[in-house]
């Protein structure tokens, strides 16, 4: 995680794994079925101050917070993991270009409005549902070269 530091702003991405089917109250979106698999969401971290990414995703990684955001009702659970995160820096958003491209490849199932309710984006959440999570890993990665971004990976396996 120290590696973050270095980053200062940027985008990211949790790898994440739900190891049993959940169903999950998710703020004003109300219920959401979560199946058994391997999840991102895209996220950005672009606040003024130079450990923007790093206290960010430290935040994400913490399984006792306040509830402020979508992802805090999935990460917060007990049988959720975050088992990768993929950031680069950035002083731009780059999730919602992140999150069309993972749409448009048909490789997962967008979990809808989840983490876009402040964007056009159908989600920021998606479902890997075919794929493993190493194979998972190298796509997003793959997104972010893609992107003209340098994608810095950190396995919390």
Same mark, same amino acid.
């Given at each position: ?41 895209? /996220? *950005? ?7 923007? =990414? #790093?206290?960010?995703? $430290?935040? @994400?990684?913490?399984? !006792?917070? %306040? ?47 989840? /983490? *876009? ?7 920021? =959440? #998606?479902?890997?549902? $075919?794929? @493993?999570?190493?194979? !998972?890993? %190298? ?19």
């Amino acid at each position: 995680m120290e590696s973050l530091k270095e980053l200062g702003r940027g985008t990211y991405t949790l790898v994440i794994k739900v190891n049993e089917d959940l169903k999950i109250v998710i703020g004003k979106l109300g219920s959401i079925m979560f199946y058994k698999g391997i999840y991102c969401y895209i /996220g *950005s971290a672009l606040g003024p101050s130079n450990l923007s =990414l #790093y206290m960010r995703v $430290n935040r @994400h990684l913490n399984k !006792v917070k %306040k509830l402020k955001w979508h992802i805090d009702y999935l990460t917060s659970h007990e049988m959720v993991s975050i088992i990768a995160i993929i950031a680069a820096k950035t002083q731009e958003k780059f999730e919602c270009k992140i999150a069309s491209l993972i749409n448009k490849s048909n490789k997962a199932i967008p979990i809808v409005k989840f /983490g *876009s309710t402040d964007c056009r984006c159908i989600s920021h =959440l #998606y479902y890997f549902k $075919n794929m @493993h999570e190493d194979e !998972v890993i %190298k796509f997003i990665a793959n997104i972010y070269s893609h992107l003209g971004l340098l994608p810095k990976i950190i396995s919390l396996k």
